[in-house]
């Protein structure tokens, strides 16, 4: 691999754990992201933070701020998620629907790996860490149907309206629903029927 192809390898890794980190709350709107302490803290040079930073910014994760840098976002409002969570919708079943007939051994053992994982969050109540497995299961999807474009747009989408992840998760008084909804998608994937499979997505997706 050429060292631009392990720089951007770095990138993609660090804007996920990021992005991660914003969707599940660590980070908080408006706070401030400094390459020098990213870069501490990811063990890099300040090339792959930078690039990280700018492709979060792009996603509309993070914004400029004049004397700055960048900081987190804000989500956008609840008036907007009526617009936004059926476009979401859309996104993932078409996707689901671009890689359903050709799902491996493989893809269900990192489903059930994150499932697994998924299990002991909620079991715990520990909603960071369910939201951003909650995020990173439907992400394996758009992942999966291997269409970058598509994957951008969603992750665009999610950025939006990531508060509504976290609200949905901390208003359940059994967090395990969180889990056996997912565990319950896994199972219709598991039976082979593309239009079942699509409408439990679809369910999910509110």
Known sequence: MTARGLIRGLREQIANQLRDDILSGRFEAGARLSETMLADRFGVSRGPIREALVQLTNEGMLVGKPNCGVVVASAAPDSIRELIVPIRRTVETYALRQFFDSITDDDFAAWEELLEQMKKACQKKDYN??????????????????????????????????MHFRQAHMKMKDPMRIYAEHRA????????????????LEVNIE
């Open 185 to 200: 998608i896994v199972d219709v994937f598991r039976k082979g029927d593309k239009e079942a499979a699509v409408r439990m």
């Open 129 to 162: 860490a369910t939201v951003e497995l909650d995020v990173a299961f439907h992400r394996s999807l758009l992942v999966r149907a291997g269409q970058p474009d598509l994957l951008a747009i969603w992750q665009t989408i999610v950025a939006r309206i990531r």
